[in-house]
């Protein structure tokens, strides 16, 4: 009998990084990277989150609801100029804001990092090879230093040219699977880093490439996640159909063979062919992965396709959603597109 895994996978819904890897200008023109590197009360994003501001003007990716955007802009421009990495602080809490600030009134504190991306930087680099990491499935970890007179202010990948102390900093934060603020002294010199750890962005699986799954990958890759999508129908099973995925054509009782299930987070039935959908469901059975497997129809389908699976229903017993998706009263594809992905974005987020 198959192990049955149903523990919520460790999974990064910040898919920040990803989506300004996929969306970034080819070119590698002069750029600036800023990371929000430490936070306070209530803010629009936490540590780790990033965005790109270009040598233009325009940017990718946002730090706050487009309240300290502009502000930041100045601030980048200076760090283009000089070349030279700098943290900028942003306080909004109580009525300083609205008298000395740019009466945002959120309430909040952030300390954002600025430094130069363009072609050949550290942060660039550092940035390219997380992304390789996280998208092959697996964590990595970031440090950026963003106060010290000793240490180079920017961002490295873990183990780059670091000290000692960041590099055993970023050792225990990966192997503790938990992002760390970092302060240290070091010949009365003050220094601070912020650690982050990446795990890997969520991974679905589509069992089923019918024209309403389009709405689901596309759902799904606007997010930054991994998707893959398997049908046994070669007018179905087509690439150009799915932007973004990795499409495969498969005999659903071969799907173990061609999808290494245990590396998935999420899987969706939705081949709309009872007996493919009864297939899929057995080989998700069998492989105890993933746990959370979602199935597309009403309850009475749902029941037939239990019955159809025997014993193996067992299996699937603690992990199968159906009829999948939040009711949200959708009607059309996009409509219950978006009802499936929030739910297995809730459920990776521990919601109810």
């Known amino acids: 009998m198959s192990r049955m895994h149903t523990a919520r996978p460790a999974v990064r819904l910040d898919t920040s990084l990803e989506l300004l890897l996929e969306r970034a200008p080819a070119t ?17 994003r936490k540590p780790g989150a990033r965005m790109l501001i270009m040598a233009d003007g325009s940017y990718l990716g946002l730090l706050t609801g487009g309240c300290l955007e502009a502000d930041l802009m100045l601030h980048a421009q200076e760090v283009l100029e000089s070349g030279v990495p700098r943290a900028v602080e942003y306080d909004m809490r109580g009525p300083d804001d609205v008298l000395f600030g740019i009466g945002a009134g959120c309430e909040g504190a952030m300390r954002v990092l600025l430094e130069p991306a363009g072609a050949g930087s550290s942060a660039a680099n550092a940035l390219a090879a997380a992304g390789r990491a996280t998208q092959a499935g697996q964590p990595t970890s970031l440090v950026s230093v963003h106060e010290s007179t000793a240490v180079p202010l920017g961002t490295t990948l873990a183990g780059a040219s670091l000290s000692s102390t960041l590099v055993n900093a970023a050792a225990q934060s990966l192997a503790d699977g938990a992002s760390r603020a970092l302060d240290w002294e070091d010949g009365g010199r003050r220094s601070r880093a912020f650690v982050q750890v990446l795990a890997p962005p969520p991974h679905l699986l589509i069992c089923g ?7 689901v990958v596309s759902a799904a890759c606007a997010l930054g996640w991994r998707v893959s999508v398997v049908d046994h129908r070669p007018a179905y099973a087509q690439a150009a159909n799915f932007r973004g995925a990795e499409v495969k054509l498969c005999d659903p009782a071969l799907l173990s063979s061609a999808v290494v299930l245990e590396h998935c987070h999420a899987a969706v039935v939705m081949s709309h062919h009872l007996q493919s959908d009864a297939a899929y469901l057995r080989e998700l059975a069998k492989a105890g992965a993933p746990a959370y497997v979602g199935l597309l129809g009403p309850e009475v389908r749902r029941g037939r396709l239990t019955q159809e699976l025997g014993a193996l229903a067992e299996q699937l017993a603690l992990r199968l959603h159906g009829p999948v998706g939040i ?26």
């Open 28 to 44: 590698l023109s002069p750029r600036i990277l800023a990371t929000v590197v430490t936070t306070a009360g209530s803010t629009y």
């Open 209 to 215: 490439a019918g024209p309403d799954a389009q709405s």
């Open 327 to 352: 009711d949200i009263g959708a009607v059309t594809p996009e409509g219950i597109a978006l009802a499936i992905v929030s739910q297995v974005h809730a459920w990776l987020a521990g919601r109810a």
